[in-house]
């Protein structure tokens, strides 16, 4: 309005204007409230964000460090069984091969008393 248009107007017209203006001022700052609300809530997930960033590359560094101590540990409990194992083995073979000794030890001294036995029988005849 011009201010020609202004000047005509009656009083209770512009008091009326003048309210409606009030009423939109306060819609209109109540919006801007909202508004720096929502940018508040924003920044602070942006803020969050960032912080979860950090605690997520903290996290991976943690399971990687986690991953390693566990190969580690199963490359151990696999070389310690390796060599009972291994030991077990050698020790049984060590068995095996003291037995089989001692069977050819035996049966050596088999043909032996056998033969002695034959020789014995022959000269008594």
């Not at 008091?15 to 700052?29: G, P, S, T, V």
């Not at 969050?48 to 151990?76: C, R």
């Amino acid at each position: 309005m011009t201010d020609k248009e202004f000047k005509r107007l009656r009083r209770s017209e512009l008091i009326e204007i003048i309210y409606e203006y009030q009423k939109r001022e306060e819609a209109l700052n109540e919006e801007i409230a909202a508004l720096k609300g929502k940018l508040d809530d924003r920044e602070l997930k942006i803020k969050d964000s960032g912080s979860i960033a950090e605690a997520v590359a903290k996290l991976n560094g943690l399971f990687e460090t986690a991953q390693k101590t566990a190969d580690d540990y199963i490359e151990q409990v696999k070389l310690k069984c390796t060599k009972e194992i291994t030991e077990a083995a050698e020790k049984e073979a060590e068995e095996i091969i003291a037995a089989a000794r001692k069977k050819a030890e035996e049966a050596g001294k088999a043909p032996a008393k056998e033969s002695s036995r034959k020789r014995k029988g022959k000269g008594s005849r």
